[in-house]
């Protein structure tokens, strides 16, 4: 079994509905991340959580939320989903001894129309 | 602010040796990670440096000048399976704590 998964892996939803993308983890990390990709600019982070009551703001939060409802698990939210938030996501998950090697879910690729 | 900057593409031929350069610019610099993407798939965990010089894994070593704001990723025998995106990443010391800042990536095509 995957060590990071994100529920669901491809999402097509419309302009102003609600959504939230989940990753689930197992790897017993106490950190969680939320990344952007778009092609040609890399992984843009959104949030990060270094444990269940220390959530981040990333460089581009705008637009979304974060719950981290327990060690393991880490959702993202966007309560208005809007065209420009079309891109792949990918939650990532680190251990405090190793903080710099993360490792990633499968991603998620969210089209909004 | 911060900004790291490395080629968007390089092509090389199988069983050569190539280099990725990656500058950065930071505030808080830490360490210099890199990560190996393929089409359709996640980032994988390459290497790290935090400290001055040469790390070695295998086919891959990572170089770091931290006076020069500079790394690079060294890739020997190429093989036609080391096609895919890198991504150098600085981890970095902010107000918020610590967080990793990727590059823009750079794409490998690797020709037989």
């Known amino acids: 079994d995957a060590d990071v998964t994100q529920t669901p892996r491809n999402r097509i939803t419309k302009t102003g509905k609600r959504i939230m993308l989940e990753c689930s983890q197992t790897?017993?990390?106490?950190?969680m991340y939320w990344y952007r990709q778009d092609p040609g600019l890399g992984l843009r982070l959104i949030y990060y959580?270094?444990?269940?009551?220390?959530?981040n703001k990333g460089e581009i939060s705008d637009g979304y939320s974060v719950s981290r409802q327990a060690q393991a698990k880490f959702s993202l939210s966007l309560e208005s989903a809007i065209p420009n938030q079309t891109a792949l996501y990918f939650c990532a998950t680190s251990d405090f001894d190793r903080p710099y090697e993360q490792y990633f879910g499968p991603g998620t690729r969210l089209t909004v129309t | 602010g911060q900004s790291l900057e490395q080629p968007s593409e390089v092509t090389a031929v199988e069983g050569a040796i190539v280099q990725i350069n990656c500058t950065y610019q930071t505030s808080g610099f830490y360490g210099l990670s890199w990560y190996q993407q393929h089409d359709g798939g996640a980032p994988t965990f390459l290497s790290y440096?935090?400290?001055?010089g040469l790390e070695e894994t295998g086919r891959f070593s990572s170089f770091l000048s931290r006076s020069d704001s500079y790394g690079y990723l060294l890739l020997q025998e190429l093989q036609m399976k080391d096609s895919a995106s890198y991504f150098c990443?600085?981890?970095?010391?902010?107000?918020?704590?610590?967080?990793?800042?990727f590059g823009a990536g750079t794409r490998l095509f690797v020709k037989a």
């Open positions: 440096n935090a400290l001055d």
């Open positions: 990443a600085v981890r970095d010391q902010g107000t918020g704590g610590f967080k990793t800042i």
């Open positions: 959580s270094f444990d269940v009551k220390d959530i």
């Open positions: 790897k017993g990390h106490d950190r």
